[in-house]
């Protein structure tokens, strides 16, 4: 499986945009990037999903790399209530989703 | 529409005992999959299946059966529940096991073997 390669923490003040990189050197043409977070005791929930052009949604948005060996998960006003473990998961429905460490994004007031 | 339902929300059993950790999903998923999250760990697929009557092996399958004979439903088989089995579970669904289609998770089951 490809793999991901994610800071363990990060630090944002809060109504500050972050920025949360993903190094994926070895994705390959049918991998899709996938980003999730996990709230404090919560299950995972999706948030944002991009192929190879840069994808907004509600939450968020997805800025991908032009060769696609990384991407960043853009927060645009962090929030108390986006603390949490942000994972970044290649996923091309061949293989199950698998689950790295993520990124343990701390917000403070 | 209530999404992934897990249920129980908590349960503690003991060494040797058995039980079934409940998964079911109302938006007519095909795929579903089972993950355990242990303290300050990501998480680690069990089992999954892509329709009903077929089930297949994650990374960490042992001691834990599935079965699908709905599609709505993915239980979770604990056969002799060890101390070792102590985290929280998940259960999560999708349409399709595709690249476009995002995992639904539920709120989680903490099992507890003492």
């Known amino acids: 499986d490809a793999k991901t390669t994610q800071p363990n923490s990060m630090e944002s003040n809060e109504e500050e945009p972050v920025h949360l990189p993903c190094n994926h050197s070895?994705?390959?043409?049918?991998?899709?990037i996938h980003w999730y977070r996990q709230l404090p005791s919560q299950g995972p929930e999706y948030v944002i999903h991009?192929?190879?052009s840069n994808v907004n949604n509600r939450m968020a948005s997805l800025a991908i790399a032009e060769d696609r060996k990384s991407s960043t998960l853009i927060l645009h006003r962090a929030t108390l209530r986006d603390a949490a473990v942000y994972y970044c998961?290649?996923?091309?429905?061949?293989?199950?989703?698998?689950f790295g460490k993520g990124t343990r994004l701390s917000v403070i007031a | 529409n209530a999404g992934v339902t897990q249920t129980p929300k908590f349960q503690v059993l003991k060494t040797g005992q058995s039980m079934t950790l409940q998964c079911a999903q109302d938006?007519?998923?095909?795929?579903m999959s089972w993950y355990r999250q242990d303290p300050g760990m990501g998480l680690r697929l069990i089992h999954y299946?892509?329709?009903?009557?077929?089930?297949d092996q994650g990374e960490v399958p042992n001691g834990y059966n599935v079965s699908r004979s709905t599609t709505e439903d993915f239980p979770l088989r604990l056969l002799s529940a060890a101390p070792s089995q102590t985290s929280v579970y998940f259960c999560?669904?999708?349409?399709?096991?595709?690249?476009?289609?995002?995992?639904?998770f539920g709120n989680g089951t903490r099992l507890t073997v003492t």
């Open positions: 991009g192929l190879t």
């Open positions: 299946s892509v329709g009903a009557g077929i089930t």
């Open positions: 070895t994705i390959s043409g049918t991998d899709y």
């Open positions: 999560a669904s999708s349409y399709l096991r595709t690249g476009v289609s995002p995992l639904h």
């Open positions: 998961i290649l996923y091309s429905g061949n293989t199950p989703l698998v």
């Open positions: 938006m007519n998923h095909e795929y």
